[in-house]
């Protein structure tokens, strides 16, 4: 039996699911962005935890950058403790990119806009694809219990092959449309009166 704190553990190190994760970001006027990212069926936690802190260094690196910053100010100077620092954030940003190099090119990443200006709904990606299968894998993760380890990782697949299409170009645009229909230009006509 998982314990509590290994499922927070868990969570902290490898995402919120095995399978991947999506974010669901609103802007202003109406304007909503979805990403979801699927890793390849059969991700063990070791690659979720690789996946993960190449997808996070950005952020942790910087704090630790700012750590190092603050706890080694007074004993070096501050060139040499900048150059640390950034030496330290880049360093971390090479190896965690070379580590999930091979992972990355297999996880599928789907992303679409949708822009709501009042009147209609207008949306760039594949937004339909998006909510099936975050409301496919969402219903996987519940019934994860009732099924088996090849089950679970069979269903995974399905939806990870289906987004096969829609993670090669995420905006490709749509077919152009028939250019605009210009009026003829005015013909000025000089209507000066002079007194």
């Known amino acids: 039996m998982i314990t509590r ?18 974010q669901v970001n609103a802007g202003r006027s109406g304007v909503f962005h979805v990403r979801l990212t699927v890793y390849p069926p059969g991700t063990n936690s070791a690659e979720r935890r690789v996946l993960a802190r190449a997808r996070d ?22 060139v040499l403790l900048m150059i640390c620092a950034a030496a330290l954030y880049v360093l971390g940003i090479v190896w965690t990119r070379s580590r999930s190099r091979q992972l990355r090119n297999t996880v599928r990443t789907v992303d679409a806009v949708s822009v709501h200006d009042g009147v209609h709904d207008v949306s760039r990606g594949e937004l339909s694809l998006i909510v099936v299968s975050i409301a ?8 994860s219990t009732r099924m088996t380890a090849v089950d679970y990782e069979a269903r995974w697949g399905e ?16 077919p152009a449309l028939a250019p605009p229909r210009r009026s003829p230009p005015r013909r000025r006509t000089d209507r000066s009166t002079s007194c």
Do not use: C, M, Q
């Not at 496919?136 to 019934?143: F, G, P």
């Open 57 to 78: 260094w950005p952020i942790v690196g910087a704090a630790v950058a700012l750590l190092a910053i603050v706890g080694l100010g007074r004993a070096v100077g501050p």
């Open 136 to 143: 496919s894998l969402r219903a996987l993760d519940e019934n």
């Open 5 to 22: 704190l290994a499922l927070v553990r868990r969570r902290l190190l490898e995402g919120p699911h095995p399978w991947g994760g999506y």
């Open 159 to 174: 939806v990870y092959r289906s987004l096969a299409t829609a993670s090669a170009d995420p905006f490709r645009k749509p």
